[in-house]
Nanobody
């Protein structure tokens, strides 16, 4: 049973930074971050495969950096230049099956964390 546990959320002013972490158990090929704001659909933010190949949503490019430490089985999301529109619950997600691209589609991910709240004030 794969378990994903997020940490690192919080409140920050616009322009600030936060680093999210996701501790995982078990072998995982793709790991990603998704977010969901109240009243909105869940959207993919960034994903990374076991070899370090990344995929970013346009909203994350240039501001967010996804990384993973396979030895520690931990996923990270460094978020800089945060904006109020980044406010959302952030979820760690992963799957073990092989896929050439770690897509930013929630339906591709079989394992999910419980979420951590990020609030950015203006």
């Amino acid at each position: 049973q794969v378990q994903l546990v997020e940490s690192g959320g919080g409140s920050v002013e616009a322009g600030g930074s936060l680093r999210l972490s996701c501790a995982a158990s078990g072998y995982l090929h793709c790991m990603g971050w998704f977010r969901q704001a109240p009243g909105k659909a869940r959207e993919g933010v960034a994903a990374i495969d076991r070899g370090g190949v990344t995929n970013y949503a346009d909203s994350a490019k240039g501001r967010f950096t996804i990384s993973r430490d396979n030895a520690k089985n931990t996923l990270y999301l460094q978020m800089n230049s945060l904006k109020p529109e980044d406010t959302a619950a952030y979820y760690c997600a992963a799957f073990a099956y092989w896929r050439s691209t770690c897509v930013l589609l929630a339906s591709a991910y079989t394992n999910w964390g419980q979420g951590t709240q990020v609030t950015v004030s203006s």
